[in-house]
DNA sequence: ATGAATATTGCATGCGCATTCACTAATGAT
DNA sequence: ATCATTAGTGAATGCGCATGCAATATTCAT
């Protein structure tokens, strides 16, 4: 059926040289003299070889040495969210450019992330990402034991000692309450994510915050479950009662877009005009003209490099410390968020 | 530093019983006394031990088998685009919940392919998916040699003899125009992706094949690079000439949105009082209230899950026979098609 | 040209596991 | 109870490669 493929000892054959000699041929560094390897890549160009990575992997499997697949693992969840979608394709062009390869784990709830880490670890990857789900005290553990960096993306957990990026969800939930009492609102609602989810909840505390140091609570809130959906039913639930809200937060802006939707064509509200709407995270669609929604921007770019950058220094060189980067979010004013009506 | 981590020989010890039994225990389906598996299995637990998966690949190696890694190859271009963000979250779950691992590579043009592709096959990974980009036969060659079976999704190369699933989009791209010009609009253009996309160069050719029967040509045509930024661009163009469409047709709902967009907010246009608009795809965005956007339905989950269906069977038996799979795209009536005014 | 230093080279080995083979224990039939 | 099965077991082996080591080829200084 499928033939053997072709190994580094058919190239020393052909080449009528030893396999170390093919095996130094690929290895960058490796002691072999210069007309020697272009014999042997010749003929291995002409043999159609390739290097077994897997075997490679094996056999740097050493006592000492640590064993190297060249490839990262990233854990992820709501792959199809605009703001992940976009953070993998970047994170993706950046380690390839490095040399790894991605092993992507999608999870449904972050219950699975164990499972998906111990999985990704049968497969020795040089190190993972997990992105926006926690990590449990105990995996944390068994990763620093085995030698395997982590970087928790968008997410950190207190008291735990792993590589983190993320946004400053407090400063950002603060900022957004800053702007929008500035504005002269005082009724102002929030729409947070999933219930318990720390993110939503950050970005909410930071909120609340800045409304307490003007004198003011929550006007009301709900949840929108980070879809567009969500967002729309949420304000729907929020826009039947008798007090309406001036102003609205939502803790993404697939919601914040539902909630556009939703008071357009069926409450029919104008933004701004009767009410201030915020987002956060500065997706592509949040900028298109026909939206122009005011959110908190996340430096996406600037964020994934750092993460690439700290997780490929980790993997290069385990014993270094732990870096916790945290970026500030940046209001990016359009037109959803206008002055409040003294009345 | 690393320390070594715990191999079968560990366990075999831990338990005093040999490396085969561990290594039977954690094979389904291998012979070995209940009690005993289950002996192991918890000593296993006790020490933490998982089995090395890039060992397993190796000694499934032999001259008989087929080295298994139970990884997939998935190369994928444009990831941050909606509706490759969706695939991949769909194929990403179906290929788990099957056992397989997803080995991710993105690409920027389709040149890069072949690197890919050489890259990937350096894991030996059990079968690749190749998403709207194209193989070469010089490639497909080398894959069938190699036993690894090919998915192309969203693609087909004439004459190759390789899996796919596809829309069907010259039938998709008939069923827009048949449906403006039921409408009765007569001044109907069209906006293609990248230049020289066969993807788009479908759509277009059953597209304009319509049209001609009823006896009409394409009104003006450009190119809008699948982005929301080209469609507007594109839209600013074609309605920028002294005669005007009265219908549009994208060869993508991003496309689309970017027509929409436009029109709303930079020329003062309304859809579909001052023109129609059909997009392709019906990505999430497309159904929102506030868009209402008129489009060919590609049915992603089925199709997505007859990939998976046949690329499994095909890792699982690779003497099966490429299977060739086409959709009809479905017609979503919103909000963006009126019947032209006789005037 | 000669010995010392250096650059190359091949041999042999092991990474962690699955699997074959030869063998022993358990089970069944009579 | 006896023999024929079958189930279960461990020792040994190899998957393809990188690398330590000892041996050889090359270069250099004199």
């Known amino acids: 059926m499928a033939k053997r493929s072709i190994t580094s000892y058919d190239v020393a054959k052909a080449a009528g040289v030893s396999q170390s000699a093919v095996s130094r041929a690929f290895s960058p560094g490796a002691p072999i003299s210069k007309k020697k390897r272009q014999l042997i890549l010749n003929v291995a160009k002409d043999l ?35 703001f992940f979608a976009q953070t993998i394709a970047d994170f993706s062009r950046l380690i390839q450019a490095q040399g790894w390869q991605m092993l992507l784990f999608t999870v449904d709830g972050e219950g699975d992330v164990n499972t998906a880490l111990n999985t990704l670890m049968q497969y020795k990857i040089d190190g993972v990402v997990i992105l926006s789900a926690i990590l449990s005290e105990q995996m944390a553990k068994v990763c620093r034991a085995q030698g395997i960096p982590v970087m928790l993306y968008n997410r950190s957990v207190e008291g735990l000692d792993v590589n983190h990026v993320q946004i400053h969800n407090h400063d950002g939930g603060r900022l957004a309450a800053d702007f ?88 029919g509200l104008e ?73």
């Not at 390739?50 to 190297?68: C, L």
């Not at 915020?278 to 964020?303: S, Y």
């Open 48 to 82: 159609g070889y390739q290097p077994n990575a897997i075997a490679r992997s094996m056999s740097t499997a050493r006592k000492d040495t640590h064993q190297r697949s060249g490839m990262v693992g990233v854990i992820v969840t709501r792959l199809q969210d605009p």
């Open 180 to 267: 929008l009492v500035e504005a002269g609102h005082r009724r102002i609602a929030f729409i947070g994510g999933e219930d318990g989810d720390a993110t939503s909840a950050a970005r909410e505390a930071g909120f609340v915050e800045r409304l307490a140091e003007a004198g003011l609570s929550l006007f009301s809130r709900e949840s929108g479950n980070y879809t567009f959906e969500g967002g729309a039913e949420a304000a729907l639930r929020l826009f039947s009662r008798s007090e309406r809200p001036d102003a609205v937060f939502c803790a993404s802006d697939v919601m914040a877009l539902g909630v556009m939707h939703a008071a357009r064509t069926e409450m």
């Open 271 to 343: 933004i701004p005009d009767d009410f201030s709407l915020i987002g956060f995270d500065d997706i592509p669609a949040a900028g298109w003209p026909g939206h122009g929604l005011t959110t908190i921007r996340q430096p996406v770019g600037r964020m994934i490099s750092e993460a690439v950058e700290c997780l490929v220094s980790n993997m290069r060189d385990t014993s270094l410390a732990p870096s916790k980067q945290r970026f500030e979010g940046q209001l990016i004013l359009r037109k959803t968020v206008k002055r409040a009506q003294p009345g």
